[in-house]
């Protein structure tokens, strides 16, 4: 499984000359709305086969969740069904507020 540091993500969306990966946070509404990354889509764990076919197959797409657990669960589920630019936050969102932005919101 593909996985992406914080410290890539962050490169990568500071980048201006590639296109923006898909930033998918498979956590629950509540989580989302105590903390989340700027232009990321609230799509939750369990909803996710039923709207996977609404992703776009051939984009980049890195999974966000807490801790990095259920992201990781997801990128396998999206990688078994066709899916193949698809990465892990490691850590997850709150490895991205301990190294990343220090100001986000921690649970």
């Not at 903390?35 to 709207?51: F, S």
């Not at 609404?54 to 797409?61: G, K, M, T």
């Not at 999974?63 to 992201?71: E, K, M, Q, T």
Request: hydrophobic share 40%.
């Amino acid at each position: 499984m593909q996985t992406i540091d914080p410290e890539e993500l962050k490169q990568r969306l500071d980048n201006s000359t590639q296109p923006e990966p898909l930033l998918l946070d498979v956590r629950e509404p509540w989580e989302f709305e105590l903390c989340h990354l700027e232009g990321a889509r609230l799509l939750p764990m369990q909803q996710i086969p039923q709207q996977a076919k609404e992703l776009v197959n051939d984009a980049e797409i890195v999974v966000i969740c807490h801790h990095g657990l259920r992201s990781a669960q997801v990128v396998q589920f999206l990688m078994r069904n066709g899916f193949r630019n698809v990465a892990n936050l490691h850590g997850g969102i709150d490895a991205w507020a301990e190294r990343i932005d220090p100001t986000m919101r921690r649970y």
